[in-house]
């Protein structure tokens, strides 16, 4: 019945506003991945413009083959789900237009970067979609000079990683900034669908709030009334009321060394943030039509802790220095190099990036059947002194392709767990990304993406934590129909053991959807 008058007012909706001139609705049907599961999605997305304001709802059911419906975007049991679910419903919220003297965009990120990016490159919260649903905020104000940017990932996490920039020009032609970004908490990066703050990769019983512990491996819980013998060895715990025909008012302990599994986390009340800031200025040496070339510097510190891998102690964070860069527009190309240097280690160049959001916390398991949540900071120990250059390519090709390759090639000490030391080695990343801009033939849409960050070769294409592909391909039906297949790769080091070729490790995210307007 609660199905049933969602759908009808949801269509009486998209009937309303059919019958308005000035508003449109847009609808999808397919099916997409969740949890590794096939869902078949339906949505209505209407939209409601109100001059430079334009309001974009997302209405979608996903059922599986049994008719049951995804639960998390329709879960109104307590009053943080009702907020979450209700945010869910926000496809998004604009006011206009990025290169306007005012702009805010309330939805999804697709690609946020701050200055020059020695903080902020790249970064999305889009990536694991629809899978994870993220309703961020990015807006730009201009006046008295000034120029301010902020940003933030999701509002269901109460803005878990923010970010604000403000920049003006100053004397003799420079423009310089300043600017600051956060994770309030990197746990927050980690699933937690029941939300009794235990993550799903720790929770034993992800979809109960009550309970998250199975020491033994059966089906009931710890702590259960029916669990008799919490750790499997086969001795009742006690002798109480909850046995049958145990008649007497006293407790017989019979197992006096119950083995159980540690208690996992609760992110509601453990947190590990990361802040950080950063100082830019910029200056144009050359501009002369389509020609121009522009110098800055950057200093970036991050704030926070992170593990000395050797002995496992807790020390501060680093910085990183970009002394100078260079920035040419050649017609259609834009190239970018910039010398890199970090001076006493414990510092990531583009700390949040396109991967961050499943970077920011990871989970490793032990032999025992148990593991550890590992924050991205603690992993920042990793990385010894470094100096090099990083370097990028943007191009437009004609009116149909534009393509973007970077490479940033570090040289210096990084940790070798295998000999519990630091040496001398190449830290290097890759990314790649093609968009077409035009339709060919019956080609709507479509676009593909490659990033592989602080490896020692990433041409060797050997996959690793930070490798993520992606691509979208949307075919026209004709009649304003548009189907379109969108594939993501991901991939997490369960284990600890430093490479991502096990089971389970490799996460694939795929959508189909057919949208129309009508």
């Not at 009550?210 to 819980?221: A, C, R």
């Not at 090099?388 to 004609?398: A, H, P, T, V």
Request: proline share 3%; no cysteine.
């Amino acid at each position: 019945m609660y199905f049933k008058t969602i759908t009808l007012n949801t269509l009486l909706f998209a009937q309303l506003a059919i019958g308005q001139t000035d508003m449109s609705v847009q609808g999808a049907f397919g099916a997409v991945t969740i949890d590794g599961e096939l869902w078949n999605q339906i949505a209505f997305r209407p939209i409601l413009p109100f001059g430079k304001l334009s309001v974009a709802l997302d209405i979608v059911f996903y059922i599986d083959k049994d008719g049951n419906i995804h639960d998390d975007e329709w879960d109104f049991s307590s009053g943080e789900k009702v907020k979450n679910s209700l945010i869910d419903k926000i496809y998004y919220i604009k006011y206009g237009n990025s290169w306007d003297g005012n702009y805010f965009r309330i939805g999804a990120l697709d690609d946020v970067t701050m200055g020059y990016g020695i903080l902020i490159s790249n970064y999305t919260n889009t990536l694991l979609y629809p899978q994870v649903r993220k309703v961020g905020m990015e807006f730009t104000a201009r006046a008295l000079g000034l120029t301010v940017y902020g940003f933030t990932n999701d509002f269901k996490e109460n803005m878990g990683v923010s970010g604000f920039r403000v920049s003006a020009p100053t004397l003799n032609g420079f423009t310089a900034g300043i600017s600051w970004a956060g994770d309030r908490n990197q746990y927050l990066g980690l699933r937690d669908s029941d939300g009794d703050g235990r993550p799903n990769l720790v929770d034993d019983f992800p979809d109960d709030d009550e309970y998250w512990l199975n020491s033994d491996g059966d089906i009931w819980p710890d702590g259960h009334p029916d669990e008799w013998d919490i750790d499997g060895d086969g001795i009742t715990d006690t002798l109480d009321s909850r046995i049958p025909g145990w008649n007497l008012d006293t407790v017989i302990v019979l197992d006096h060394d119950i083995q159980t599994k540690q208690e996992p986390i609760d992110i509601h009340e453990q947190k590990e943030g990361i802040q950080s800031f950063a100082l830019d200025i910029g200056i144009s040496l050359l501009s002369d039509g389509p020609i121009s070339l522009d110098a800055y510097a950057e200093y970036a510190s991050l704030l926070g802790k992170t593990t000395n891998p050797m002995d496992g102690t807790r020390e501060n964070v680093g910085y990183g220095i970009i002394p100078l860069g260079f920035s040419a527009q050649f017609g259609p190309a834009v190239f970018n190099l910039e010398f890199r240097m970090v001076p006493k280690g414990n510092f990531e160049f583009g700390y949040f990036n396109r991967s961050y959001e499943i970077d920011r916390a990871t989970f490793q398991s032990n032999a025992l059947n148990q593991g550890t949540i590992v924050t991205k900071a603690s992993k920042l120990g990793t990385f010894g002194k470094q100096n090099g250059f990083y370097s990028s390519l943007n191009i437009s090709l004609g009116s149909l392709f534009d393509a973007g390759l970077s490479f940033q090639n570090l040289k210096g000490e990084q940790y070798n767990a295998s000999i519990n030391e630091f040496e001398k080695a190449s830290n290097q990343s890759f990314t790649a990304a093609l968009e077409l801009q035009n339709p060919i033939s019956r080609i709507d849409n479509a676009s593909w993406f490659y990033q592989q960050r602080n490896v020692p070769n990433p041409f060797d294409f050997e996959y690793s934590e930070s490798t993520i592909i992606g691509y979208d391909v949307g075919i026209s039906l004709g009649n304003g129909m548009v189907l379109t297949y969108t594939f993501r790769k991901t991939f997490r080091d369960m284990n600890g053991d430093g490479d991502v070729m096990d089971d389970d490790e490799m996460i694939n995210m795929t959508s189909i959807e057919t949208s129309f307007s009508f």
